[in-house]
């Protein structure tokens, strides 16, 4: 199972960014996907998640101003992030738990290659 993150960049102060993840590869069904944050020197962060039935979870310092999603066709999350601050800097990984066969129910953790937001001015 791979996942592709797309969607990182340089933004400034108050504009927004859209982030992608699409997971491909050996899927029967992913439960939960999500976004996490790491910025230089600091811990990989929680930033959102997602089920898939659509209930949603926050770190505190974006709620209300990020949104995620899943499009559990596509196999794909979303992270739209508006009024960006220059805390939001950091790369950004999504992670996938992913259940690979119909035979098994283990469920396996994934994350992408992480892409890099950068607000500032």
């Known amino acids: 199972v791979q996942l592709q993150a797309s969607g990182g960049g340089l933004v400034q102060p108050g504009g927004s960014l859209r982030l992608s993840c699409a997971a491909s590869?050996?899927?029967?069904?992913?439960?939960?996907m999500g976004w996490y944050r790491q910025a230089p020197g600091k811990q990989r962060e929680l930033v959102a998640d997602?089920?898939?039935?659509?209930?949603?979870n926050y770190a505190d310092s974006v709620k209300g101003r990020f949104t995620i999603s899943r499009d559990n066709a596509k196999n794909t999350v979303y992270l739209q992030m508006n009024s960006l601050k220059p805390e939001d800097t950091a790369v950004y990984y999504c992670k996938a738990i992913v259940r690979t066969t119909l035979f098994s129910r283990s469920e396996y953790t994934y994350w992408g290659q992480g892409t890099q937001v950068t607000v500032s001015s």
């Open positions: 590869g050996s899927i029967f069904s992913i439960n939960r």
């Open positions: 997602i089920t898939s039935g659509g209930t949603t």
